[in-house]
């Protein structure tokens, strides 16, 4: 056990995880435990300190969930987050209630009484940029707490019990769009629970390594591998885990990008590494006829996933797991690690999965952020080439198609991919971007090429700046750029007559169009 450590207490936030990837990133040992945890057995954990998480519910009805007094009484510091701050003033006897403005997004707040949880924070003309995402607020504070910070709309935007062991706070720290909320946390970390510096990406692989050793024993394991950063990463982790032990199997399912196959292929044998190459556009490509739904695109590729692995793993002997490169906003799009949490898309590696597998799931960096996957990527020597590659989703092209995928959409789609990735290169923008694709549009509009009508096909480009992919801004690419690249992919693919760009956030649009 690590000697000092934060217990992050789990009410359903979508950002629960993302609070434990911040404590980890100031080099501090996180975990995240649910809110059935009893006092105790918290307690027994011996935490420097708890934050409690944000959560969808309301506090002001009855049979949801509390954070219990005995845990506010045990002088362990407490950080209450959104409804972890609402649950607190609940249980201290404040009084919640409904909003009559709900924030959501951006806003402004002023401090009040002097805390040492904003220690060295900046205003600017005496106010602070922060994020909300709250219907409920507290109206009246418990007895011994005072007012730390204030919004135009919530007038009890922060507080602080008298002796300063205790904190809520309305708004996000651990969003990225909470302006220094790392210097937040920091200070609650630090200055409030006295913890040290105890967590590097050294930890986290050893950590990692130990767990697969000790799930997997001497049995071999599947992995299926994309060729994208986090399954790439978890070739690495695995290979130095088990060694010989691992299969790689590279399904290609007919949507990836030009020229993919070759080079995943070429990437890895060179490492030394087990990888083998499953043709199966086919079966993918005639399983996707006639479908338009999203939510049926991914479940379907999910599946056919999972019956060539079952194939491929029936030729190996010993084979019992089912590795992937599954990591934490996944898993928050397609389900809930806590509780009443929505379900916005099924990825094909986690909601999209068959309820049923012969094999058992192997998921080492579930747990984990785009961006810590990169770190401990590097750590392992993974290829630069690799790591630093935009993220391609699992289902492929095959989501960027909206409408149903068929052969021509793919072709089109390619060419328009390559195009628009090669600028950016060109252009030196590559590496300044998150994500950037092309989408294919259900769509025709009219243009006009030679004098002559065109009624042909419309794409969208995406390009986004982020840290964690679990929010996003739109990349404000130059125009002139936008401009060349449109103009490449009408001149150069006649079968498009129009290309527009894609200018909106997560959220409240996802990253991927499906």
Same mark, same amino acid.
């Given at each position: 056990?690590?000697?000092?450590?934060?217990?992050?207490?789990?009410?359903?936030?979508?950002?629960?995880?993302?609070?434990?990837?911040?404590?980890?990133?100031?080099?501090?040992?996180?975990?995240?435990?649910?809110?059935?945890?009893?006092?105790?057995?918290?307690?027994?954990?011996?935490?420097?300190?708890?934050?409690?998480?944000?959560?969808?519910?309301?506090?002001?009805?009855?049979?949801?969930?509390?954070?219990?007094?005995?845990?506010?009484?045990?002088?362990?510091?407490?950080?209450?987050?959104?409804?972890?701050?609402?649950?607190?003033?609940?249980?201290?006897?404040?009084?919640?209630?409904?909003?009559?403005?709900?924030?959501?997004?951006?806003?402004?707040?002023?401090?009040?009484?002097?805390?040492?949880?904003?220690?060295?924070?900046?205003?600017?003309?005496?106010?602070?940029?922060?994020?909300?995402?709250?219907?409920?607020?507290?109206?009246?504070?418990?007895?011994?707490?005072?007012?730390?910070?204030?919004?135009?709309?919530?007038?009890?935007?922060?507080?602080?019990?008298? +002796?300063?062991?205790?904190?809520? $706070?309305?708004?996000?720290? &651990? #969003?990225?769009? *909470?302006? =220094?909320? /790392?210097? !937040?946390?920091?200070?609650?970390?630090?200055?409030?629970?006295?913890?040290?510096?105890?967590?590097?990406?050294?930890?986290?692989?050893?950590?990692?390594?130990?767990?697969?050793?000790?799930?997997?024993?001497?049995?071999?394991?599947?992995?299926?591998?994309?060729?994208?950063?986090?399954?790439?990463?978890?070739?690495?982790?695995?290979?130095?885990?088990?060694?010989?032990?691992?299969?790689?199997?590279?399904? +290609?399912?007919?949507?990836?990008? $030009?020229?993919?196959?070759? &080079? #995943?292929?070429? *990437?890895? =044998?060179? /490492?030394? !590494?087990?990888?083998?190459?499953?043709?199966?556009?086919?079966?993918?490509?005639?399983?996707?006829?006639?479908?338009?739904?999203?939510?049926?695109?991914?479940?379907?590729?999910?599946?056919?996933?999972?019956?060539?692995?079952?194939?491929?793993?029936?030729?190996?002997?010993?084979?019992?797991?089912?590795?992937?490169?599954?990591?934490?906003?996944?898993?928050?799009?397609?389900?809930?690690?806590?509780?009443?949490?929505?379900?916005?898309?099924?990825?094909?590696?986690?909601?999209?999965?068959?309820?049923?597998?012969?094999?058992?799931?192997?998921?080492?960096?579930?747990?984990?952020?785009?961006?810590?996957?990169?770190?401990?990527?590097?750590?392992?020597?993974?290829?630069?080439?690799?790591?630093?590659?935009?993220?391609?989703?699992?289902?492929?092209?095959?989501?960027?198609?909206?409408?149903?995928?068929?052969?021509?959409?793919?072709?089109?789609?390619?060419?328009?991919?390559?195009?628009?990735?090669?600028?950016?290169?060109?252009?030196?923008?590559?590496?300044?971007?998150?994500?950037?694709?092309?989408?294919?549009?259900?769509?025709?509009?009219?243009?006009?090429?030679?004098?002559?009508?065109?009624?042909?096909?419309?794409?969208?480009?995406?390009?986004?700046?982020?840290?964690?992919?679990?929010?996003?801004?739109?990349?404000?690419?130059?125009?002139?750029?936008?401009?060349?690249?449109?103009?490449?992919?009408?001149?150069?693919?006649?079968?498009?007559?129009?290309?527009?760009?894609?200018?909106?956030?997560?959220?409240?649009?996802?990253?991927?169009?499906?």
């Amino acid at each position: 056990m690590k000697e000092h450590k934060i217990i992050i207490i789990d009410f359903g936030s979508q950002y629960t995880q993302l609070i434990a990837r911040r404590v980890r990133e100031v080099g501090v040992y996180s975990l995240v435990v649910p809110s059935s945890k009893n006092a105790q057995e918290i307690k027994a954990m011996n935490p420097s300190g708890i934050i409690l998480s944000g959560g969808p519910e309301s506090v002001t009805v009855s049979k949801s969930q509390r954070i219990s007094k005995e845990l506010i009484d045990s002088k362990i510091p407490i950080l209450g987050i959104c409804y972890g701050m609402q649950t607190l003033s609940k249980e201290l006897g404040g009084r919640v209630a409904s909003a009559d403005i709900h924030e959501f997004g951006h806003a402004e707040i002023s401090f009040g009484n002097p805390s040492p949880i904003f220690k060295n924070i900046k205003l600017k003309n005496d106010l602070f940029d922060v994020w909300m995402s709250h219907g409920d607020q507290v109206e009246k504070l418990p007895n011994n707490y005072e007012v730390i910070a204030s919004s135009k709309d919530c007038q009890i935007a922060g507080f602080q019990s008298k +002796d300063k062991s205790i904190f809520g $706070l309305q708004f996000h720290p &651990e #969003v990225t769009h *909470t302006e =220094q909320g /790392i210097k !937040i946390l920091s200070n609650f970390v630090f200055d409030i629970c006295g913890c040290k510096k105890n967590w590097s990406t050294k930890d986290i692989i050893n950590s990692m390594i130990d767990d697969v050793k000790i799930q997997v024993k001497n049995e071999k394991v599947l992995l299926g591998l994309s060729g994208g950063v986090d399954s790439s990463v978890v070739a690495m982790l695995l290979h130095k885990a088990i060694g010989s032990n691992l299969v790689c199997i590279f399904v +290609d399912h007919g949507l990836l990008r $030009l020229g993919e196959v070759d &080079e #995943v292929m070429t *990437t890895f =044998q060179e /490492i030394g !590494i087990d990888i083998r190459l499953s043709k199966a556009s086919n079966i993918f490509i005639s399983r996707l006829k006639g479908v338009i739904d999203p939510e049926k695109k991914r479940k379907i590729i999910g599946n056919t996933f999972i019956d060539i692995f079952e194939k491929e793993a029936k030729k190996i002997k010993n084979i019992n797991w089912l590795a992937q490169g599954t990591i934490y906003p996944d898993v928050i799009e397609s389900s809930s690690d806590g509780h009443n949490s929505s379900v916005i898309k099924s990825h094909h590696n986690v909601g999209g999965l068959p309820e049923r597998m012969n094999l058992k799931l192997l998921e080492p960096i579930r747990q984990l952020f785009k961006d810590e996957v990169r770190k401990i990527g590097k750590e392992l020597k993974t290829p630069e080439h690799i790591i630093s590659r935009h993220p391609f989703p699992g289902p492929g092209l095959g989501i960027r198609i909206m409408g149903e995928v068929l052969n021509d959409r793919i072709k089109t789609l390619q060419k328009a991919d390559k195009i628009f990735i090669d600028e950016l290169h060109k252009n030196n923008l590559y590496d300044s971007l998150s994500q950037a694709f092309v989408v294919y549009l259900p769509i025709k509009s009219v243009g006009v090429v030679g004098d002559e009508r065109r009624y042909e096909d419309v794409l969208a480009l995406r390009a986004v700046e982020t840290v964690d992919f679990m929010t996003a801004k739109w990349a404000n690419l130059p125009y002139d750029f936008i401009g060349k690249v449109s103009n490449r992919i009408v001149n150069e693919i006649p079968t498009v007559s129009r290309v527009v760009y894609d200018c909106t956030g997560k959220p409240p649009a996802t990253i991927e169009w499906e």
